[in-house]
């Protein structure tokens, strides 16, 4: 009888402290600030948790967000490899930082207008 007296107080207070990690605050968010409105052309893939958008003559990838009404269309149906497209958007830039699906896009791109699309 007196090992449960003992255990019980001490999971307890293992599963309190294993919580408490839970509760810490989180880091501020970052203050973003977003460039002029510009062209951009490049590839884009839409998808679940993802939108990506490589530049043209860019290594970088960043998140694609905003009006893009006009690329819907080419997602709808089945796609086993993927929708690939080409666009040419009007948007803004955003500073660098952590954008997107778990924050692993360097910036983002956010869509005022798309002028043209077509699929890859």
């Known amino acids: 009888m007196r090992t449960k007296r003992i255990i019980a107080p001490a ?44 530049p043209r003559g860019s290594t970088e990838t960043w998140w ?12 709808w149906g089945y796609h086993p490899n993927g929708v690939h497209l080409f666009i040419t958007v009007e948007g803004q830039l955003s500073s660098p930082g952590h954008y997107g699906h778990l ?5 983002e791109l956010r869509v005022v207008r798309v002028v043209s699309v077509r699929p890859l």
């Open 11 to 54: 999971l307890l207070s293992l599963v309190s402290v294993s919580l408490l990690g839970c509760a810490t605050p989180q880091p501020a968010v970052e203050t973003v600030t977003w460039g002029p409105v510009r062209t951009y052309s490049g590839s884009y893939t839409p998808g679940w948790e993802f939108s990506d958008f490589t």
């Open 103 to 107: 924050g692993r896009f360097l910036r």
């Open 64 to 75: 694609l967000s905003g009006n893009l009404q006009r690329t819907e269309r080419f997602v």
